[in-house]
């Protein structure tokens, strides 16, 4: 049992008990162990208005684990996390979670010992769980005690008495409805997975294959009319999404001659999907979130820019402003002639990327070290918006952008009075310039959608270690003398802000190149 605390006003109290048993008897090979923890977290100071905050967070979970295998060939675990939560109310606050592992490492059968000995290691494994989460958020704020209600007080009140003795009450309300069957939201995961080992360990790999079925996600209810005349909707536990994946990673050693090679990668691609999710009723299907990832954004569908007002006149309306030659032209989708809110579909992949990888080399020679390693990242896509790419629209922190200057779609009479070049390209790369807001320009369409791919040269290192016979004479251990960076290049269809960042506005410090040399040296 442990208790600690901190200047910044937290208080923790913690139980942990664990129980542990394992024997080895012939080719058999058990274990078993159970744990008991308990928690309990209070803060102090800067309570605030909230008293919530003065209340401690408790915790308890008991947690157990079996595990067998035979002759270190055959592999079965099992797991189970019984937790208690004080986040919901009675009934409710505790969860069971089981788990199971099987795994079976073909290298160690006498076939394959016997026969192919190259093979160190060849595990084949599969695992099935539970995982239980009790945290509830919405947005960065954590909600605690959802199966409360909350009241406030508030209107303009109502005048008691008559003459010179009249005094005004204002009234109390819910602003929160209690949603007291609100409990764990639970993760079912799946596994599956190779680990390979071959050539006395020159050569490794993993490879997994993942899948995640996650049920009853917090949320609030959204079909609730008006007329039932809550404050807020309730939460409740009604969403469901799916996600999965694989991702893998090897590394290669081998001697080639009087050089050291290593030779290593990895990758992760994974994508979800909202299975359920409770939305208002709407038109057309496109328009709900179920079907789609996760945060998928929404949008309007670009043709390119008005070439001229002919264009205009043969085209659906559209209900976001005037427009002229050289704003963006949207499609309509659902073929009511008018483009509007209706209109806008998922449009784009996500903007934390589904594919990550990573590619590096290392080479030794004679002292001399080179380490090279690339990083990159796939189907992602994000929005641009902000000042950055509409002129003059933000007041005081308008201006115009420079890509905006050499690529935006300019008219002949204005590009003769200004004495430029025209540009009436339908696919420019931006539209015409507006001095102040052009709600139709401005509108999330795929015309802002720029490609998040990119690699990467993240880190690159050169050294040479000094032979012995000269550091010794020095009287030192080692003496490297080295020049390494990182950031250095960056290869991106995306050429106006670091696209990793994905940042719409791109109003985010830049990514730091840096080129450093030094002397490392061992007393």
Known sequence: MTQSSTSSG???????????????????????????????KKQTVDLGSDIKTGIARRNQALAGRA???WNYRYFVDFNFGYSGSENFAKGHQFGFFPAYSLAWNIAEEPIVKKNLKWINMFKVRYSHGKV?????????????FPYLYTIGTGGSGYNWGFGDYTQSYTGTYYTQVASPGITWEIATKDDLGVDLSLFNDKLTATVDYFSEKRTGIYMRRQYLPEIVGLGSQPRANVGVVTSKGFDGHFALKQKVGTVDVTLRGNITYSKNEVQERDEETKVYPYEYDS???VNQLKGLVSLGLFKDYDDIRNSPRQDFGTVQPGDIKYKDVNGDGVVNSQDRVAIGATTRPNLVYGI???????????NIHFQGAGKSTFPVYGKCVYAFSESDWGNIFKDMITDRWVDSQTAATLGIQANENPNASYPRLSYGGNNNNQQTSTFWMRDGRYVRLKNLDIGYTLPKS??????????????????????????????????PRGEDYPLTKSITMGLSVNL
């Open 360 to 370: 590096g080399a290392s080479f030794a020679w004679k002292g001399f070290d080179f």
């Open 10 to 40: 937290n208080r923790r109290e913690f139980l942990d008990l664990l129980l542990s048993w394992e024997r080895g008897f012939n080719n058999h090979h058990t274990g078993v162990t159970v744990r008991y923890t308990q928690d309990s």
């Open 67 to 69: 595990t067998y295998n």
């Open 470 to 503: 000269i550091v010794n004479k020095l009287r030192f251990n080692n003496i490297r003398i080295y020049i390494a960076g990182s950031n250095l290049i960056t290869w991106s269809s995306f050429k106006v802000w670091d696209p990793e960042s994905a940042n």
């Open 291 to 293: 079907g789609y990832r």
């Open 132 to 144: 239980g989460n009790d945290k509830l958020m919405e947005g960065n704020d954590e909600i605690r």
